[in-house]
Nanobody
C-alpha cells in the first residue's frame, strides 16, 4: 500500500505560478511511475505529466513548456512546477503512483488538491 499526500494547490492569477508536491509513504518509491492528473468540472480526468525513476518524462500537449515534473527519490516526493498558469488549468490535481512491475494491482491516488486560476 502507498499513501500519497499532496500539497501546494491554491488560487493564483493568470500568468502566475504554483508548485505542487506529493509525498509517498513507501520506501520503494523508485519502482513507481509518478504522475500528476487533473480533473476539471464536467470533464474526464486527464494526464498532465508523468516521470519514471530514471527521469524520463511525458507531458500533455497543453502544458508543454509551462509545467515541469520532477522527483526526489531520496525524499519519496514528486513535484509539479506550474508556470504561466491559465484559467483552463483550473482543476483538481491528483498525484498517482503506479508500479512499473505490477501496474494493474499497485496503482494509487492522492486525495487531490484544488488549483484555481483567475482571469
Amino acid at each position: 500500500q502507498v499513501q500519497l499526500v499532496e500539497s501546494g494547490g491554491g488560487l493564483v492569477q493568470t500568468g502566475g505560478s504554483l508548485r505542487l508536491s506529493c509525498a509517498a509513504s513507501r520506501s520503494t518509491f523508485s519502482f513507481f511511475r509518478m504522475g500528476w492528473y487533473r480533473q476539471a468540472p464536467g470533464k474526464q480526468r486527464e494526464l498532465v505529466a508523468s516521470i519514471i525513476s530514471g527521469g524520463s518524462t511525458v507531458y500533455a500537449d497543453s502544458v508543454k513548456g509551462r509545467f515541469t515534473i520532477s522527483r526526489d527519490n531520496a525524499k519519496n516526493t514528486v513535484y509539479l512546477q506550474m508556470n504561466s498558469l491559465k484559467p483552463e488549468d483550473t482543476a483538481v490535481y491528483y498525484c498517482n503512483a503506479r508500479s512499473v512491475i505490477t501496474p494493474n494491482t499497485n496503482d494509487y491516488w492522492g486525495q487531490g488538491t484544488q488549483v484555481t486560476v483567475s482571469s
